[in-house]
RNA sequence: GCUUCCAUGGCGGAAUUGGUAGACGCGGCAGACUCAAAAUCUGCUUCUAGCGAUAGAGUUCCGGUUCAAGUCCGGAUGGGAGCACCA
């Protein structure tokens, strides 16, 4: 073993000190920019999942170098974020140094994996050369109005104590921690994402992402089409409600707005109740967006007495309740409610003894609403709607939309579920927000040739329970003057999210050294975008998301070359313990890729792993096909004693050869990697049964298992005595060649395959079915039967139809 | 609940996109080499019947389209993922 630890350790300085790697910016070769996520270089070490996507991502680069594009394969870390401030306070580190040393432990295990990344551009987030950058961007967001200061519930985690993004805390749920979430009320930097939801869902038919990756993304911005109603209230004032279901408007019979919307506040002097409905607003102030959810299986709320709303096209005066339910920061924070068409509206119409009116002929609604999935789909009329009585829903909900315009009662709109960007975080170890406040002049931003901002070397970093960043207590930080007037003033002490810094490192890859602009925009041009970008599912719904928003914003004012600047996304499957259930290391089914490496070489790991099941789904690690991967390998080593004296290539051999080039090549670019594996086998198999094969028999099969086995390929190559691969070019297969001049091919009686017949490239249709009459088994088959038709499909299969 | 993806041997998975289902690998069984073990090599390995040629069944289940369905269409069941009182 400590034989291939040498062979692979001798490789990988090779291509050090040969700069094998290094891509040159401006480069007449195609470019070509190959993507892996960088890692968070946590305390634990590289991954074997990491190892998956960044072989896989190997493999094409190192194919496509050969075969002559200039190839950008990057890599660097993304280093601020909570578990290293967290492994600091335990260890009394700076999480500096702490980063430092994961840095260190990462980066030799990925050399010892023999990735071919680019060293040339590595760079950490956390390099104030970097957030410089990152801190100088969030000024440009301030500066066109994008960036902005509100004070608005948020997710509070009580654990990590900081404020968290809705994207971080989807489901009420610390994503970190697992925490529930509680919501507070707190000033914080908000970026308007909000804005781009229209250019975030169009932009998605710029990129060759995955499906599900755009689904994901389209989910998440959750587009929905209605209409918004400016309801009267009776004497006086008024609100405005969102429907998406304008056709069931004459089915109102109450309407529901947010306990923690702005609308209650304005219409308090009114409430006859006052007592009773201060007390729900404290109620559901209390309660997370988890409890909202799960204590109200029933529907809590209250009567808003003394206020009366006018329905505008009946002129019906119907109640109107508190329920929290109803979001104050989605929509209007207010809703009709329908409770004949609605399940939602029909459980609190019979908690709080309502009035239900059909208006739509759907039959029975005595035991539950029927939805407008229901309705819409089976085509039923209106009733109880007026002039709209006998139109299908599909038809009124148009006409009810033209009325509701044309009246001015309404107009439509698009909703999204996508929010603005809390971009405030009360930790330390994060990149400074670059933002002052003084008394006289109010928030002002630093001046951009004072950046970076540096985060100060202190001793406590503590996260602290009043919601206060830790920065606060560092007065000789915090206390500076005001860009404007030269006053006191003091700076920001929140942080930014970790997602700030990653959102927009792929451009810096471009340009990584560039000390006057993030990158410019020469460099930009010449590598054009991301062409393909490997990374998690889970990173849908937030990074890709951020970075898309990041980009565009940048696109939109002048700073880099395309709106979408991330051409194909693609994510592969967790790799999971033998147990089949996630790798943790308190199930003790982790396995260090270090480990494998030692024992069977970064090789055998590297094609195992893309060995192992298809690439986009989830795989079980099982250590005995690990093994039969090594021995694969091993076979590789033994057919060198095949190799004879002869020249060129071996002519049995000419119509696999040609074939499995073909298939490497497509298969390396569709994330077939498993595939390209089996193929590579095969032909090794087909080496092995034969008594000799040439020298350039062999270093075919060499140069085609390369790219995901690099090191040994490489060794045996040179003992041939060639040049080695990764300066050599990739083998180009001949089209014509890949198909056999003879084959088998299957005679089916009505479907069912009855025997084989063998047919050369020039039999025509003719020859072909005469073969196939004679076939032995065929003749048993179709005795004294009547012949209805032959298909003859050429090259595949002969189908002879008998009644 | 909504959205979405998936279902193939004992296991991981192939199937040129509608054309011989189970490639390749793992595991298992039998054999060779060996004093023995490891390694390596050879053969078999979807199920049923048969010594065998062969025949029948078979890609979760039911139905449809087609000369031909793992693949396309409709329905059911089971599982994963995401969102979840979003009006």
């Not at 995955?210 to 209605?226: E, F, H, Y």
């Not at 109107?320 to 004949?340: C, H, I, K």
């Amino acid at each position: 073993m400590n034989e291939i630890l040498k062979i692979e350790q001798k490789w990988q300085k090779y291509w050090e000190k040969h700069k094998t790697f290094e891509a040159k910016t401006g480069s007449k070769k195609t470019p070509y920019y190959i993507l892996v996520e960088f890692p968070y270089p946590s305390g634990a070490g590289l991954h074997v999942g990491h190892v998956r996507s960044y072989t896989a991502q190997d493999s094409l680069a190192r194919m496509m170098r050969m075969q002559g594009y200039n190839v950008l394969y990057p890599m660097g870390f993304d280093a601020f974020g909570a578990p290293a401030e967290e492994y600091a306070i335990k260890t009394h580190q700076h999480p500096k140094i702490v980063v430092e040393n994961n840095i260190k432990v990462f980066g030799k295990q990925m050399k010892s994996l023999g990735f071919s990344f680019d060293w040339s551009r590595q760079f950490s987030t956390t390099d104030p050369d970097y957030y410089k950058w990152t801190q100088w961007q969030f000024l440009q967001f301030y500066k066109h109005g994008m960036a902005y200061k509100d004070t608005i519930p948020v997710n509070w985690c009580p654990n990590c104590k900081t404020v968290l993004s809705n994207e971080d805390a989807a489901g009420g749920v610390c994503e970190r921690c697992g925490s529930q979430v509680e919501q507070r009320e707190k000033s914080q930097w908000m970026l308007k994402m909000a804005s781009y939801s229209e250019d975030l869902l169009n932009g998605l038919e710029d990129t060759n992402f995955a499906d599900r990756v755009k689904l994901g993304q389209i989910n998440w911005i959750g587009k929905s089409t209605g209409v918004e109603v400016d309801i009267d209230i009776v004497g006086g004032g008024n609100f405005s409600i969102f429907t998406t279901c304008p056709e069931t408007i004459y089915g109102i019979t109450f309407f529901v707005i947010a306990p923690d919307g702005k609308l209650i506040k304005e219409l308090m002097p009114r409430v006859e109740n006052k007592e009773e409905v201060e007390e729900y607003i404290k109620e559901t102030a209390k309660k997370s967006n988890m409890d909202r959810t799960e204590l109200n299986k029933g529907k809590s709320g209250v009567e808003v007495k003394g206020i009366k709303a006018i329905n505008p096209v009946n002129g019906k005066e119907v109640p109107v309740f508190l329920g929290d339910f109803v979001l104050g920061d989605y929509g209007t924070g207010a809703v009709m409610a329908v409770p004949s068409h609605d399940q939602r509206d029909y459980e609190y119409a019979k908690e709080h003894n309502l009035e239900i009116i059909q208006v739509i002929d759907c039959g029975d609604i005595s035991e539950h609403a029927i939805e407008k999935h229901d309705y819409m789909g089976h085509g039923y009329k209106l009733i109880n709607s007026e002039e709209f009585d006998g139109m299908t829903a599909d038809e009124a909900r148009e006409k009810i939309s033209d009325m509701l315009e044309e009246k001015g009662y309404g107009r439509r709109v698009n909703n999204y579920k996508m929010r603005d960007w809390i971009f405030s975080r009360q930790r330390f170890w994060g990149e400074p927000i670059p933002m002052i406040y003084c008394e006289k002049c109010g928030w002002q931003p630093m001046k951009e040739e004072d950046l970076p901002l540096l985060l100060p070397d202190v001793a406590e970093y503590e996260p602290t329970d009043t919601g206060e960043s830790p920065l606060a207590k560092i007065t000789d930080w915090v206390n500076t003057t005001c860009p404007h007037c030269g006053g006191p003033a003091r700076r920001e002490t929140d942080t930014m999210p970790n997602w700030a810094g990653s959102s927009w490192y792929f451009l810096r890859f471009m340009d990584p050294h560039n000390e006057k602009e993030f990158a410019s925009m020469d460099a930009m041009k010449y590598w054009n975008r991301v062409d393909w970008y490997n990374g998690g599912m889970e990173h849908t719904a937030r990074h890709l998301l951020y970075a898309r928003f990041w980009v565009q914003f940048l696109y939109n004012i002048g700073l880099v070359p395309h709106k979408e600047m991330i051409w194909t996304r693609v994510s592969h499957g967790m790799i999971l313990g033998s147990d089949n259930q996630k790798m943790s290391k308190s199930k003790g089914n982790v396995i260090n890729p270090d480990d494998i490496v030692n024992e069977y070489g970064a090789d055998t790991l590297r094609v195992y792993e893309m060995f192992m099941g298809d690439y986009q789904m989830d795989a079980p690690w099982n250590t005995d096909s690990l093994r039969g991967c090594r021995r694969f390998l091993d076979k590789i080593i033994r057919l060198k004693d095949k190799v004879n004296e002869k020249e060129g290539f071996t002519q049995s051999l000419e119509v696999l050869q040609n074939k499995t080039i073909k298939k490497v090549e497509y298969d390396t670019t569709h994330m077939g990697y498993n595939t390209v594996i089996s193929s590579l086998m095969i032909l090794a198999n087909a080496y092995d049964e034969m008594d000799s094969i040439t020298k350039e028999d062999y270093r075919l099969l060499l140069t085609l298992l390369n790219p995901t086995a690099p090191h040994i390929t490489e060794e045996l190559n040179e003992q041939l005595g060639f040049k080695p691969i990764c300066e050599s070019e990739w083998p180009k297969y001949d089209e014509e060649k890949t198909v056999e001049n003879v084959k088998d091919i299957a005679v089916q009686v009505n479907g069912k395959v009855r025997g084989t017949i063998q047919i050369t490239v020039d039999d025509n249709e003719q020859v072909i079915k005469e073969k196939a009459m004679e076939c032995e088994n065929v003749m048993k088959h179709i005795e004294g039967k009547e012949i209805v038709k032959v298909i003859v499909i050429k090259g595949k299969i002969v189908n002879i139809v008998v009644k």
